[in-house]
């Protein structure tokens, strides 16, 4: 009897989302941005609107519209001024165009609650965005930024919530952590330090599997991207000095280039991060104390919970390619949105000396924040450190076991087929008891 009455209320779930999918996504222009409109086909009109964009990636297809839309919300995925093109990121100038999604949102007839939604870069981004909103210009003119926000951000009004859905704790600390501190490129010749070469067996890397670096090693590398941010933040203000004492080629700007610093674009790849490499590596890839866990039943567990993703030994051939491991920036675009100080990249993070900083910014939101981690990508620890730092009163986290960066299954993570099939169900269905309980 209990089984059935489990099938009939699983069918049932299966055909509330069928009557709600949406099957035409209306794409349209919000002043400068790029967006597409995802209601429900039929149902309740909605009255909550999720809103979902990345610094520079094409979200207009995201999967969390296609999700969230079927589950009776209205979705609004839309791409900033900075669509495709890192080098061009002037981060301070990205809460206009989230303010100009929000307006569009809190106009559409029945909407009376607006939930941002940070997926990977677009965490930092949507939560620069509330921090803003919440407390004024004041917090992205602090003292301590590299790069202030200028006047153009008065009046900005806060969201009603916000979801983190395997958000990062902003795009510096992915730029640090992906910085091969032993390379150096001088004379138009790659220079390795082979005692702090990730990617030399000696100092444990596996080309065949996962390797296993000594604490010593890890403590030494850690601090060594530090040292190489901090060498790469002194170049880069050091020339914006001379650019104003007309003292540079240059009257504006200049390009920046990291060599075997990572995937050049958004998202994974590329970089030298340690993690990547060896997921035993600790303080990264799992939670500090027991936190919920979402199994692919769809029961809780709480638990120390360790991610199950598999090492990635390829990035040894990607981060020394220029392709697919170099970043290229400008001294704006690195400063404003990619730097960050430090003293390792571990646990020596200044989160509040950048304003593209995750961690920084939900010290200063109120509103009820959810942090869901996926249990198969490398985010678990900075995600709960969310949790830990977060001011609202009312957050939330949770780990979706054996789920990707991308929400989907960790196919390669399974010691059994099919043992996460259900992580998008999972994840969404929880966002959606999430949202529903509070609005």
Same mark, same amino acid.
């Given at each position: 009897?209990?089984?059935?009455?489990?099938?009939?209320?699983?069918?049932?779930?299966?055909?509330?989302?069928?009557?709600?999918?949406?099957?035409?996504?209306?794409?349209?222009?919000?002043?400068?941005?790029?967006?597409?409109?995802?209601?429900?086909?039929?149902?309740?009109?909605?009255?909550?609107?999720?809103?979902?964009?990345?610094?520079?990636?094409?979200?207009?297809?995201?999967?969390?519209?296609?999700?969230?839309?079927?589950?009776?919300?209205?979705?609004?995925?839309?791409?900033?001024?900075?669509?495709?093109?890192?080098?061009?990121?002037?981060?301070?100038?990205?809460?206009?165009?989230?303010?100009?999604?929000?307006?569009?949102?809190?106009?559409?007839?029945?909407?009376?609650?607006?939930?941002?939604?940070?997926?990977?870069?677009?965490?930092?981004?949507?939560?620069?965005?509330?921090?803003?909103?919440?407390?004024?210009?004041?917090?992205?003119?602090?003292?301590?930024?590299?790069?202030?926000? %200028?006047?153009?951000?008065? %009046?900005?009004?806060?969201?009603?919530?916000?979801?983190?859905?395997?958000?990062?704790?902003?795009?510096?600390?992915?730029?640090?952590?992906?910085?091969?501190?032993?390379?150096?490129?001088?004379?138009?010749?790659?220079?390795?330090?082979?005692?702090?070469?990730?990617?030399?067996?000696?100092?444990?890397?596996?080309?065949?599997?996962?390797?296993?670096?000594?604490?010593?090693?890890?403590?030494?590398?850690?601090?060594?991207?530090? +040292?190489?941010?901090?060498?790469?933040?002194?170049?880069?203000?050091?020339?914006?000095?001379?650019?104003?004492? %007309?003292?540079?080629?240059?009257?504006?700007?200049?390009?920046?280039?990291?060599?075997?610093?990572?995937?050049?674009?958004?998202?994974?790849?590329?970089?030298?991060?340690?993690?990547?490499?060896?997921?035993?590596?600790?303080?990264?890839?799992?939670?500090?104390?027991?936190?919920?866990?979402?199994?692919?039943?769809?029961?809780?567990?709480?638990?120390?919970?360790?991610?199950?993703?598999?090492?990635?030994?390829?990035?040894?051939?990607?981060?020394?390619?220029?392709?697919?491991?170099?970043?290229?920036?400008?001294?704006?675009?690195?400063?404003?949105?990619?730097?960050?100080?430090?003293?390792?990249?571990?646990?020596?993070?200044?989160?509040?000396?950048?304003?593209?900083?995750?961690?920084?910014?939900?010290?200063?939101?109120?509103?009820?924040?959810?942090?869901?981690?996926?249990?198969?990508?490398?985010?678990?620890?900075?995600?709960?450190?969310?949790?830990?730092?977060?001011?609202?009163?009312?957050?939330?986290?949770?780990?979706?076991?054996?789920?990707?960066?991308?929400?989907?299954?960790?196919?390669?993570?399974?010691?059994?087929?099919?043992?996460?099939?259900?992580?998008?169900?999972?994840?969404?269905?929880?966002?959606?008891?999430?949202?529903?309980? +509070?609005?």
């Amino acid at each position: 009897m209990t089984a059935r009455i489990a099938v009939l209320a699983a069918t049932a779930a299966v055909i509330s989302s069928a009557c709600f999918a949406q099957s035409h996504p209306e794409y349209l222009r919000i002043g400068r941005l790029s967006a597409a409109l995802y209601k429900p086909d039929s149902g309740t009109a909605p009255h909550v609107a999720f809103l979902i964009a990345h610094r520079t990636a094409d979200y207009l297809n995201h999967i969390g519209c296609r999700e969230l839309s079927a589950r009776g919300f209205l979705a609004l995925c839309f791409n900033t001024r900075f669509q495709n093109n890192e080098a061009s990121v002037r981060w301070e100038e990205l809460p206009l165009d989230v303010k100009a999604a929000v307006d569009f949102a809190r106009s559409q007839t029945g909407i009376t609650k607006v939930i941002l939604f940070g997926h990977s870069g677009g965490g930092p981004l949507m939560s620069f965005y509330q921090a803003v909103a919440e407390k004024g210009p004041a917090y992205c003119q602090a003292p301590e930024r590299l790069v202030k926000c %200028g006047g153009d951000l008065n %009046g900005l009004k806060p969201a009603d919530a916000i979801v983190f859905a395997d958000a990062h704790s902003g795009n510096p600390v992915q730029t640090l952590r992906s910085l091969n501190p032993s390379v150096k490129v001088e004379g138009g010749k790659r220079l390795v330090d082979s005692t702090l070469d990730p990617f030399d067996p000696r100092n444990g890397y596996n080309p065949n599997g996962a390797s296993h670096y000594s604490k010593e090693f890890e403590e030494k590398y850690f601090t060594a991207q530090a +040292r190489r941010m901090n060498e790469l933040v002194d170049a880069a203000l050091s020339a914006q000095t001379r650019i104003r004492n %007309g003292q540079y080629p240059y009257t504006d700007d200049d390009i920046v280039i990291i060599p075997s610093g990572g995937n050049p674009g958004p998202g994974p790849g590329g970089g030298a991060t340690l993690a990547a490499l060896d997921p035993s590596v600790a303080g990264l890839m799992s939670t500090m104390r027991p936190e919920k866990l979402l199994m692919n039943d769809g029961t809780i567990k709480t638990q120390i919970v360790r991610s199950v993703a598999v090492p990635q030994p390829e990035t040894a051939a990607t981060n020394r390619a220029f392709d697919t491991g170099t970043k290229i920036f400008t001294l704006k675009s690195f400063l404003s949105a990619n730097a960050t100080r430090a003293t390792n990249s571990r646990d020596g993070i200044d989160y509040c000396s950048t304003n593209n900083s995750t961690t920084c910014a939900v010290q200063s939101i109120t509103a009820p924040i959810m942090i869901a981690a996926m249990g198969g990508y490398q985010f678990i620890r900075d995600d709960e450190i969310l949790l830990e730092k977060s001011g609202s009163r009312d957050k939330d986290y949770v780990v979706i076991e054996g789920a990707l960066h991308g929400f989907g299954p960790c196919t390669a993570c399974e010691k059994t087929r099919g043992q996460y099939s259900n992580t998008v169900k999972n994840l969404f269905d929880y966002i959606r008891d999430w949202a529903n309980k +509070r609005f």
